[in-house]
């Protein structure tokens, strides 16, 4: 057969009517814009694969990856539920709010794993483990606290490397120089 052609200067409308003559689907193509009017607009493949639907209460993509080119990436003004949330191969992935709080809420937990390479939080004030029934796990061959305050050593003579850990009743952590026996009554200073 031979192609369908709709020509016009302005438009091109395609109204679907009931046996009343109401109006049911409308598609109208114009000189800025194509509009589909309908209760769901649907793209699907050949075969028969939804792609791509929308209605009033949500819009589906049914494509097994969505991606996103622009370079600001994407914007969610309200909440995103999604059971997994990557980046392309060997490109990096980044959450971002740039003037507010970044949530991430999840009722049996929140897994970050990072299986070829380590781990990094920054803040700028507090950075807070908090447990509020179970316990905080630091499970490592080495922990290391290279910027602990360090109370004043207690003779001027002992230069020895070896600390103490010495816990405020705050939860503040310091180094006090070990002596013989426990230091850290005597640098209490640094728990004010």
Request: hydrophobic share 35%; with cysteine.
């Amino acid at each position: 057969g031979n192609p369908l052609y709709f020509q016009s200067a302005r438009n091109v409308t395609v109204n679907i009517l009931n046996e009343k003559t109401k109006v049911l689907t409308r598609l109208v193509t114009g000189p800025q814009a194509v509009e589909a009017h309908s209760q769901k607009f649907e793209v699907k493949t050949l075969s028969g694969k939804l792609l791509f639907s929308a209605d009033d209460n949500e819009v589906v993509v049914g494509a097994e990856r969505l991606r996103v080119l622009g370079a600001e990436g994407t914007v969610f003004p309200k909440s995103i539920e999604t059971p997994n949330v990557r980046a392309d191969p060997f490109k990096e992935l980044r959450l971002e709010s740039p003037t507010r709080a970044l949530v991430m809420e999840a009722p049996k937990g929140i897994e970050i794993n990072a299986e070829a390479g380590s781990l990094k939080a920054t803040c700028r004030t507090e950075l807070r483990l908090e447990s509020k029934d179970g316990e905080i796990t630091l499970n490592s061959a080495k922990i290391k606290l290279p910027n602990l305050p360090q109370g004043s050593s207690s003779s001027a003579g002992s230069r020895q490397k070896i600390y103490e850990l010495c816990v405020c009743p705050n939860g503040r952590l310091f180094l006090s120089q070990a002596g013989s026996s426990s230091t850290c009554q005597i640098n209490t200073s640094v728990c004010l």
